[in-house]
């Protein structure tokens, strides 16, 4: 199986991205049973699956955006994947609303 990349854009600061993203994290965590680990401050590992799709990537954060690869679902659910990807994390990096709202608003 292939790899898909990723590139969500942000203008946040890096250390308020990282405590937004590990909303995210939990969130996945927690719905879906996929397993997170810090890299130091700049990214995380993510394994599991994911509505019955193996999951095995990883990301950065940069000043500017997330950048990130994994595994490729397929031609049938690239697409797919790739604005659910997009759609969250664009919403914990939503910089109009505050950390309490982007825990709120995940489901």
Same mark, same amino acid.
């Given at each position: 199986?292939?790899?898909? %990349?990723?590139? #969500? ?5 890096? +250390? @308020?991205?990282? *405590?937004? $993203? ?8 927690? %719905?879906?049973? #996929? ?5 130091? +401050? @700049?990214?995380? *590992?993510? $394994? ?11 990301? #950065? ?47």
């Amino acid at each position: 199986m292939g790899t898909m %990349k990723f590139e #969500v854009p942000h203008n946040l600061p890096k +250390d @308020e991205v990282k *405590k937004r $993203v590990e909303q995210l994290l939990h969130y996945w965590g927690s %719905k879906y049973g #996929v397993k997170s680990d810090w890299q130091g +401050d @700049e990214g995380a *590992k993510l $394994v599991g699956k994911v509505m019955g799709i193996n999951l095995d990537a990883s990301f #950065v954060i940069t000043d500017k955006a997330i950048s990130g690869e994994g595994t490729d679902p397929g031609m049938l659910l690239r697409s797919q994947a790739k604005t659910y990807i997009q759609k969250k994390f664009g919403a914990v990096l939503d910089p109009s609303k505050s950390l309490d709202q982007v825990k709120g608003n995940l489901d």
